[in-house]
């Protein structure tokens, strides 16, 4: 697959982490994308491809892209059979600048770009981008469309600051102390999360020690479990478990399993690291 990315000029950069370009043929049909703390806008230039936001939901179609805000649960993206996009890996409180509405909304429920922006707005933005002459012409395209639509939001300091110790510390934070610190309720700390990144402090705290413990796990190599639940401040190797289960679906043991299938397969793909194929 062809994949280009470059991070936009302020002041979207402390919104964004990079705008990208993807095309061709992804490694399988489906990959599952345990939960991140990090939101996705993604604008499709090729055939329709389906999400299913979770392992008990149906999946469902996306033509002309999708918004997916902080989720809280694993959710598999299913791809054509040739993919062609533009799109933005989004910080976790950087989506809420460019919503009509609070992101807790959306929380678990992928949109379509239509949804959040309009019918015609979103089919002109995806014919000027099929029309541009190149992959970075089209990140231009991109990066001006959201400086155009970026707006003021309410709370946006307080929650991105906040994020910010949160992620500091791998999640091992004190959510009383936040707040605290912050000079606000816990109830208005929450509250303000909700609205900017669509899950609580504490959800996101979570997520950010999952996502610090998973890619602590080498999957080449021996691997112990009990140390690394341990490192990462779990109580015990059974919540470790549990936790796991409860962000991917998989026990921790059948992670490692399809992670090493993915790298056995296709080693050095550009979609390697987080994605995996669907089990």
């Known amino acids: 697959m062809k994949y ?17 370009y993807l095309e061709g043929t992804a490694p399988y049909a489906r990959l599952t994308l345990p939960p991140a703390p990090s939101a996705l806008l993604i604008i499709n230039l090729g055939a329709p491809f389906r999400i299913r936001a979770g392992i008990d939901a149906e999946p469902a179609e996306y033509a002309d892209g999708c918004v997916v805000t902080t989720p809280t649960r694993a959710w598999q993206f299913g791809y054509p059979a040739r993919t062609r996009s533009v799109g933005a890996h989004v910080k976790a409180w950087g989506l809420a600048p460019f919503l009509p509405m609070p992101a807790a909304e959306l929380c678990d429920r992928p949109v379509t770009v239509e949804q959040v922006w309009g019918r015609s707005a979103v089919a002109e933005l995806r014919d000027r981008l099929a029309s541009a002459a190149g992959p970075q012409e089209m990140l231009t395209l991109l990066e001006e469309e ?68 998973v890619f602590a796990i080498d999957p080449a190599g021996p691997i112990d479990w009990g140390e690394l639940a341990g490192g990462a401040g779990y109580f015990d190797q059974a919540h470790f478990g549990h936790e796991f289960r409860a962000f991917t679906g998989l026990t921790p043991t059948r992670y490692v399993e399809v992670r090493r299938r993915f790298l056995r397969e296709h080693p050095g793909h550009t979609l390697d690291g987080w994605s995996l194929p669907a089990d």
């Open 4 to 20: 280009l990315s470059r991070v936009p000029r302020p002041p979207l950069d402390g919104l964004i982490d990079d705008l990208y």
């Open 146 to 213: 959201l400086m155009r639509r970026l707006r003021g939001t309410a709370g946006l300091g307080l929650v991105r600051h906040a994020s910010g110790v949160i992620a500091a510390a791998a999640g091992a934070v004190s959510i009383g102390g936040l707040s605290e610190a912050a000079g606000v309720s816990g109830t208005q700390l929450a509250r303000r999360f909700k609205e900017v990144v669509g899950v609580t402090p504490k959800r996101l705290a979570r997520t950010h020690r999952f996502t610090a413990t």
